[in-house]
């Protein structure tokens, strides 16, 4: 594990990012599907070098829920993709309405 500064919105943030090997390892994720999930941009990743990605610490978990769901219900990767991103919408509208309720 690397902590690398990356910038966000003009702020720099340290993060712990996890090499590709050690990431593929911790989730249990087939290296092609890795590949996959970077390729659409769905996995946020950092390229440190021309053959080296690495991932935030986060990803783990989300990824891991992918590859549960994928073989839970059969799902190919892209409709294990829909279904977390679905997920996570509801998550952040459920945190919403928490919050608005405290408003009230």
Known sequence: M???DTRKQGLLIRSSLIHW??????TGVCPCMLGELVEMGWVESVRTS???YHFPEKEVFRVQKLMRICRDFELPTIGGVIVVDLLER???MEQEIRQLRRLI
Do not use: A, K, L, Y
Request: glycine share 0%.
């Open 2 to 4: 690397s902590n690398i």
């Open 21 to 26: 090997s050690q990431f593929v390892q911790r």
């Open 90 to 92: 509801i998550e952040s």
């Open 50 to 52: 021309p053959e080296s």
